[in-house]
């Protein structure tokens, strides 16, 4: 847990909550935690709290029980509601706990680094080979090619993370190893990280979802590691929810300028001319959300991409909706992509 160091046992004394508060890692989190021996959350401790013990006649031998604030807030993992989550930043709390239905720490998010919280799953697809950017694919994965001072698909696990998706899987084959190894199990970042092994053949981009075994969320936000962007996850959460779909696409917007007057025609009859029209087409982004239970239809151990489940729900009457992307997105495939995407993460922000 990336805020464990905020977690004190009821023992303590004010003397050592004093301490503890002294020696924490993230100076913006000066808030400490109190359990009891069942590691159940009793309370909150500040050094406001501690100051006003001591004014009222405490010493620092006391319990910290005795200067303990028991009316906390929090956030059950079993239930976070967005709503919820407004009113904490509505008095400006940062620190909440998550907790369990038994009252004991899951983890604690601190929303001066953390956007929100979505009741996602997430998963991105990892296992290719990049052999349009060979030879730089040789000995390395493409995801952990370096854009700027990081891999690729760090951008997308730092942006996931930013969003409060903390159950992430990485679908591997190609050079996985090496992916594992630089990531581990999440522990560090604040995630669990669950590695999906295509091991006799490659999936597509969205046939690994059948081998993962350990989502607990309804819905799954899916995505492609190659990708640089800075999209923003809750907008499309929500515009997921409210249009009640069955699958939200990310696109991005592709205009065709035409360079002469176009025709429209009824036979041949001319009907209306069109100057020099401009046409908006939308391509797919590679990143989607979808009700877990979806899953079921994609063939197993069978190469089956996100644009195949795609025909299959709109060919039985599933809601699939579009949702443009309006900041900043690149796929990078060739090695121009590659290049641009050296020059272009400079100037953009990603958090």
């Known amino acids: 847990m990336k805020y464990d160091s905020n977690i004190i046992d009821d023992s303590f004394t004010i003397r050592m909550a004093l301490a503890k508060l002294n020696n924490l890692v993230y100076k913006d989190s000066l808030t400490l935690f109190v359990i009891n021996n069942a590691h159940q959350l009793i309370g909150t401790i500040t050094d406001g709290d501690i100051r006003r013990g001591l004014l009222n006649g405490l010493t620092l031998d006391d319990n910290i029980t ?164 800075n999209i923003d996850f809750e907008d499309m959460y929500n515009t997921f929810v409210q249009t009640e779909a069955d699958m939200i696409v990310a696109t991005v917007p592709y205009e065709v300028k035409i360079p002469y007057g176009v025709l429209e025609t009824d036979g041949s009859q001319i009907t209306s001319l069109k100057e020099k029209p401009t046409y908006t087409y939308y391509s797919n982004a590679g990143i989607y959300m979808l009700k877990r239970r979806l899953i079921e239809l994609i063939p197993k151990g069978q190469k089956h991409d996100a644009t195949d489940l795609m025909m299959t729900l709109i060919q039985n009457n599933y809601k699939v909706v579009q949702y443009p992307i309006l900041g900043y997105w690149l796929d990078i495939g060739k090695p121009e992509d590659f290049s641009k995407a050296q020059e272009d993460v400079k100037h953009i922000n990603f958090t």
């Open 66 to 229: 005795t200067v303990v604030h028991t009316n906390f807030r929090f956030l059950k993992a079993s239930n976070i509601a967005l709503e919820e989550l407004a009113k904490f930043k509505e008095k400006e709390i940062s620190l909440i706990p998550i907790i369990n239905d038994e009252g004991q720490i899951k983890r604690i998010i601190n929303l001066r680094h953390t956007k929100t919280i979505l009741p996602l799953d997430a998963v991105i697809i990892a296992g290719g080979e990049g052999r349009r950017l060979r030879p730089m694919t040789e000995n390395t994965p493409k995801p952990l090619l370096k854009v700027g001072d990081k891999p690729i698909i760090e951008y997308n696990i730092d942006r996931i993370n930013f969003f409060g998706i903390h159950h992430l899987n990485i679908t591997i084959k190609y050079l996985g190893q090496q992916i594992i190894d630089h990531f581990g199990d999440g522990q560090s970042r604040g995630l669990r990280i669950n590695y999906i092994w295509e091991k006799a053949q490659a999936l597509g981009t969205i046939g690994s979802l059948t081998l993962a075994e350990n989502l607990i969320h309804d819905n799954v936000l899916v995505m492609n590691s190659d990708l640089l962007t």
